[in-house]
């Protein structure tokens, strides 16, 4: 079978181009890219997609996701997860180890993989865990995961606070070719906080998570990643401290990259106002002058990747008092549409947007994905930049529901997800 994706504009992030381009798919790979109408085979073996006003993009590759899957399959599982990826665009996803019991051994690995295979949707790189039980103690058999088939490795939502175990984290994980993801916080200044610590959380009387609590950690990092000279990933950067940090490193040749959530550059602190639970997350919505920053931060390169830090949880988590709430919100289907706000606001370019949620993030994590080229795997996605609409809970396929954006306007939708040139997500008219 082959398929004509035609009268499309093709977003091409390793290059920084746009063209209008019909493209060829078989045998599961893009076979040919073409300026738009010089395809003239016509016969029966032929599968014609018109995306007239669509753009085709590298499928996203998210690498921070929740699956809950093992031990809370009533928040998310792997199908549903990859229900919602595959919804938003999203054609690979990087799991956390933040299960019960925790991915800190090749058996988990392996149930999670064989999870994925089954769904047959998007494709699961396992995230597994620093230390056993995500204790911050003893560091997880690196090498017997990275056989299962981890990708990378992190303690997320726990910190390693023992800056020795952290350094031997590094220097381990790059002998075996993993990539190292920091939750960096410092919970001694976070302990009881729900929200940024500043002018809001005062007026509303919730305890405060200042920012100094990420930016010290982040600052560890760095300076275990100079000691070492161990690459070192950042994730969830929400204040502007942590970005002029990554900034300085940076330019002093430190091997670190960097993620932001598209929360961190849409909503500011003052969300919470209204105590929706849905606004509570870890780390909190900062200042506005924080989302200048990460704009910023995003527009020069600082901030390599886009990742959603998707965190469904479920009613009974959230539907409560605002400071007994868990933390965490789902992204996986709101993504795209606030990355694209950035092209509008003209933060970015629309392929250095692209290339923020596809090219940079499989790269960091040494994956195959975020490429458009002859030869290549068909991994892709149709999306309508200007698809305006109002986010209701029924639009959402992840089995959670806890997004702030329900109910908000957004604009640019995924019509269409391929993945080895077989259709497995389309919008329905």
């Known amino acids: 079978m082959t398929t004509l994706i035609k009268n499309a504009e093709v977003v091409d992030p390793e290059r920084g181009t746009v063209k209008k381009s019909d493209l060829i798919i078989e045998k599961g790979n893009i076979a040919k890219i073409l300026p738009r109408g010089d395809f003239d085979f016509k016969g029966p073996g032929l599968k014609t997609i018109d995306a007239s006003g669509k753009l085709i993009v590298p499928g996203l590759v998210d690498m921070h996701v929740h699956l809950r899957e093992p031990g809370h399959e009533y ?51 396992p995230v597994a865990a620093i230390t056993i039980g995500q204790k911050g103690e003893t560091l997880t058999e690196f090498g017997d995961l990275k056989k299962a088939g981890a990708k990378a490795v992190s303690d997320d939502g726990f910190p390693v606070i023992n800056s020795e175990v952290m ?96 929360h961190y550059f849409s909503l500011d602190h003052r969300a919470v106002i209204g105590y929706d639970p849905n606004t509570k997350i870890n780390p909190p919505l900062r200042t506005e002058k924080d989302i200048q920053e990460i704009k910023r931060g995003l527009a020069e390169g600082v901030i390599d990747a886009i990742a959603t830090d998707h965190a469904p949880h479920s009613l009974l988590e959230k539907h409560i008092e605002f400071d007994k709430a868990s933390f965490g919100i789902i992204g996986l289907e709101t993504a795209l549409a606030l990355t694209l706000n950035l092209v509008r606001e003209g933060v970015l370019k629309l392929p250095e947007a692209i290339k923020k949620l596809s090219y940079n993030p499989a790269h960091i994590l040494g994956i195959e994905g975020g490429r458009l080229f002859e030869g290549a795997r068909a991994d892709l996605a149709i999306i309508d930049p200007d698809y305006e609409y109002v986010l209701e809970e029924k639009d959402i396929n992840s089995k959670s529901r806890n997004t702030p954006f329900i109910g908000k306007p957004l604009k640019g939708r995924n019509d269409l997800t391929m993945i080895g040139g077989k259709i497995v997500w389309q919008r329905k008219r």
């Open 167 to 262: 350094r031997r984290c590094l220097e381990y994980a790059r002998y075996h070719g993993l990539t190292v993801i920091s939750h960096s916080e410092d919970t001694a200044l976070s302990k009881g906080g729900v929200m940024h610590e500043g002018d809001v959380s005062t007026r509303i009387g919730l305890a405060g998570i200042p920012a100094a609590s990420e930016e010290i950690m982040v600052y560890r990092e760095i300076s275990l990643a100079g000691l070492t000279g161990c690459p070192v990933h950042i994730a969830h950067v929400s204040t502007a401290g942590a970005v002029e940090l990554i900034r300085r490193a940076k330019e002093g040749n430190i091997p670190v990259t960097a993620e932001t959530a598209p």
């Open 75 to 125: 928040k998310e599982t792997i199908v549903t997860g990859a229900m919602a990826g595959v919804a938003g665009g999203f054609t690979a996803l990087a799991c956390m180890p933040n299960t019960l019991p925790p991915n800190d051994c090749r058996s988990v690995t392996e149930f999670i993989l064989e999870r994925a295979k089954k769904a047959g949707l998007c494709r699961i790189y």
